[in-house]
């Protein structure tokens, strides 16, 4: 059974810090990986999607990578912003899963001024 | 383009009552979920579709059942609700199996 851990649950950094949320995976056979953001009482928003076959995904300041025989994803954020609080979710998909996901159980960034 | 909605937002049972969950996309998505989460859990999956008319079980079924009469919609029942049950409940919805996936707002459940 896929079982996906993200590190840490908390963070709190300042404005303009760079950082990296990790996420690992224990079944390196997926068919991609996700990044979501969740805002407090929201949905979630899908900020990247890597491919099994990709390494790396980029969008804006965030940046993702994948490296899938060890299992592992990180996410990483430059110049962080207050705007930026929120809890970040890690989900993979299996090969043959029809696109279900297993998610982390998330890290709460928090961004103070 | 209105995505994913969810109806209600929020709502209140009382144990043993009955409700369903109503979950459309205008995205003409083949593909749609419903997950729950909860404090300490994370997402599970409860039960999917692949197609207009198709559902499967997911990680967490019991005392679940979904229904897709139609394309655009993926609904979700609980036929006797319990306090387990308390949670948000977020659908899902994808072009493929390998795109994004466009989640609604979530439906906030308690049972009493």
């Known amino acids: 059974k896929q079982e996906v851990t993200q590190i840490p649950a908390a963070l709190s950094v300042p404005e303009g810090e760079n950082l990296v949320l990790n996420c690992s995976f224990t079944?390196?056979?997926?068919?991609?990986l996700q990044w979501f953001r969740q805002d407090p009482g929201k949905g979630l928003t899908s900020l990247l999607l890597?491919?099994?076959?990709?390494r790396e995904q980029t969008s804006g300041r965030l940046n993702a990578s994948l490296d899938k025989s060890s299992g592992r994803s990180t996410l990483y954020i430059a110049a962080s912003q207050p705007g930026d609080s929120a809890t970040y979710l890690c989900?993979?998909?299996?090969?043959?899963?029809?696109?279900?996901?297993?998610f982390g159980q998330g890290t709460i960034l928090t961004v103070h001024p | 383009n209105a995505g994913v909605t969810q109806t209600p937002k929020f709502r209140v049972l009382k144990t043993g009552q009955s409700m369903t969950l109503l979950c459309a996309q205008d995205?003409?998505?083949?593909?749609m979920y419903w997950y729950r989460q909860d404090p300490g859990m994370g997402l599970r999956l409860i039960h999917y579709s692949v197609g207009e008319g198709t559902t499967a079980k997911g990680e967490v079924p019991d005392g679940y059942n979904v229904s897709r009469l139609k394309k655009q919609n993926f609904l979700l029942g609980l036929e006797s609700a319990a306090p387990s049950q308390t949670s948000v409940y977020f659908c899902?919805?994808?072009?493929?199996?390998?795109?994004?996936?466009?989640f609604g707002p979530g439906t906030r459940l308690t049972v009493l």
């Open positions: 079944d390196s056979a997926i068919y991609n």
């Open positions: 899902a919805s994808s072009y493929s199996p390998n795109a994004r996936g466009i």
């Open positions: 989900a993979v998909s299996g090969g043959t899963s029809y696109g279900k996901l297993t």
């Open positions: 995205m003409n998505h083949e593909y």
């Open positions: 890597i491919q099994s076959s990709q």
